[in-house]
């Protein structure tokens, strides 16, 4: 019996590998089934080819180095699957391989570097600022100032010595790409940059002013983990073996605002949308589909349910959903007959049974999400004098969650929030959760009562 060859640039009929014009940080399933597949299909896609470096964990470079960068991604609609081979991953490499990084930011040929490292990633303090205080940002600011090509961990420290490596160089300008859900993320990206910048080497806070591009843009596509049997479906349905596929939904939404200087793909070719102002699609997708998915992802699993599909067949959920729906939509500012339109879909894309969007990949760094996808909308409806019930649902399925309920917590910044969730009965709790959110969060008598009634609901 022949054995089924692993996949690789060698196999007839597979795409060749483009010149590196784009560094990526934080390649995952998501990161492969959106930015690298634009990449691909753009009209443009031999120029530019993408170096992706993987975050905490060396797992995807392990699996992807020996296939040449190439995976299959999976579509899943209701009717049944389609698969393609994606060819715009020329490398992939570990976070710890910092010569190879710095090695493409000094390349003048590099024109951009993306990232999707996740809420978390950004190590922000008060206020969108750099946490200065975090040992780990520590360490990096004097590795830095020892030696500008020491290794680092955090996403702003790379940056910044991807940045002194380009200018020691002379390569010229170039765009950094956010690609995480974070409100105005470009801006969030500059501030961070710019301030740990001025830790390490002050100089280099005018020539990143002068020479680098911080683009903002919303992304959308649900993406579940890879599980053994999507590699066997792969198999048996391509004929050979990858060991990371990406399943994906056929929905697929990208818009972006920048300058870019040293010039992009031609992502539009594939769909994206290039525009002056990403902020209102930004709370759209962050507001309706992230909030929706982190309350579902809470409130869900402490009602038994492990994915996306379960939930949403569940009344009560449903329910919730649209409560939470209707507060943000009074606060979006957008036509009701748009935001109507996004909802139904949305929901159509919650019942495809055939992406199994797990709940628990989807409850982690809570402490870090919920702030950019709940309080928004629980702010507004304070200031207009109404009590959110839809957000405080997502609130007590949250301080259920730190308590043990449902989903378990991963989640590194949550240790304060978690001790004072297990500090007592949950009535009595509740305020000291809701303070470590949002200062003086948990000193609303009226939306404690809310938070605290709608967990009794949830677990009825």
């Excluded at 940080?25 to 753009?42: C, D, E, I, P, S």
């Excluded at 946490?131 to 500008?148: F, Q």
């Excluded at 209707?326 to 109507?340: C, F, I, K, R, T």
């Excluded at 929901?347 to 760094?365: G, S």
Aim: aromatic share 6%.
């Amino acid at each position: 019996m022949t054995a089924t060859p692993r996949l690789s640039r060698s196999l007839p009929d597979t795409p060749a590998s483009a010149p590196v014009r784009i560094v990526h940080l934080g390649v995952g399933n998501f990161h492969r089934a959106h930015q690298a597949w634009y990449t691909h299909h753009a009209s443009d896609a031999a120029e530019w080819g993408i170096a992706a470096f993987t975050g905490r964990r060396p797992d995807q470079a392990e699996a992807l180095s020996p296939q040449d960068g190439l995976y299959t991604l999976v579509v899943r609609g209701r009717e049944g699957d389609s698969y393609e081979l994606i060819g715009s991953l020329s490398a992939v490499h570990a976070a710890s391989e910092q010569d190879a990084y710095l090695g493409y930011l000094a390349d003048p040929d590099l024109a951009i570097v993306t990232m999707t490292v996740t809420e978390h990633g950004y190590v922000r303090g008060e206020g969108d600022h750099l946490d200065a205080r975090r040992p780990e940002v520590l360490a990096d600011i004097s590795a830095l100032r020892e030696d500008p090509r020491s290794p680092v961990a955090t996403m702003p420290a790379k940056l910044v010595a991807g940045l002194l490596a380009r200018r020691a160089a002379g390569a010229g300008p170039l765009t950094i790409l956010s690609c995480d859900n974070l409100p105005e993320n470009g801006s969030v990206t500059r501030t961070l940059v710019t301030e740990l910048a001025a830790l390490v080497d002050e100089s280099l806070v005018d020539w990143t002013e002068a020479n680098v591009d911080f683009a903002t843009s919303m992304v959308d596509r649900i993406t579940p983990a890879t599980t053994a049997d999507d590699r066997t479906h792969v198999a048996a349905e391509r004929g050979y073996d990858d060991a990371s596929p990406v399943p994906t939904e056929p929905f697929s939404e990208w818009v972006m605002s920048g300058a870019f200087p040293a010039g992009r793909p031609r992502w539009e070719d594939a769909g994206a949308k290039v525009v002056d102002d990403v902020a209102p699609h930004e709370r759209r997708k962050l507001w309706l589909l992230n909030g929706s998915h982190s309350q579902l992802a809470y409130v869900g699993s402490v009602r038994g349910h492990t994915t996306i599909d379960q939930a949403i067949a569940d009344p009560r959920c449903l329910a919730w959903v649209e409560q939470f729906w209707d507060e943000a939509q009074a606060n979006l500012g957008l036509p009701d007959e748009d935001v109507s339109a996004y909802r139904a879909a949305l929901k159509d894309r919650y019942r495809n049974v055939r992406v199994r969007h797990l709940l628990a990949q989807i409850a982690n760094d809570g402490s870090q999400k919920l702030p950019v996808r709940t309080l928004p909308t629980l702010n507004a409806e304070r200031a207009a004098g109404r009590v959110p019930v839809g957000a405080a649902t997502t609130l007590a399925g949250w301080v259920l969650h730190l308590r043990g309920v449902g989903a378990p917590v991963k989640d590194p910044g949550a240790g304060p929030a978690q001790e004072a969730a297990n500090a007592g009965d949950l009535v009595d709790v509740v305020p000291a959760v809701l303070n470590t959110l949002q200062a003086d969060l948990g000193a609303d008598a009226d939306l404690v009562a809310a938070v605290v009634a709608q967990a009794a609901a949830i677990q009825e």
